[in-house]
């Protein structure tokens, strides 16, 4: 098992993107998430940074956003890479934060919603854009060995 980091922070990008904090320790824990507009995302993740305490070993989630030849006709195209942008580049690589990417099919059955609401880590309202942030989040402790008996009954 792999030593699970502190906090996971994890983005779902688009026009409307997901966002959320995961304390593993006794965990998983939502500390925090939200769905915002594109210029609200480096606002919320350099705010959920100043509550992190110093020190803290922190990874960083993005969902992988892959180009390709219908990149074009999909109006989200724009927004996810700005997003990815920002979280990537002005965000963890200044902090020097380890980050990693993940395709969604990698924790879409996993972590289906009667599993996040099991956890205790269940996002209220909006489009569903935190609730796969979260997903995001846990795929990241999970693929770290992080198992939780909760899982199974739900």
Known sequence: MLELPDFVVSVDPGLKTGLSVLASEDGPRLCASAEVDVLEVESWLVAQMGMISRGAVLLGVIEKFTINARTVANTQAPWSLEVTGIARNTFWRERGLESIMQK????????????????????????????DSIRHGLGALYARGWRDRRLLSA
């Open 104 to 131: 969604p099919a990698d924790v879409m059955s996993l972590f289906t919603n009667p599993r996040l609401r099991a956890l205790d880590c269940w996002h209220k309202g909006g489009a569903g854009h935190a609730n």
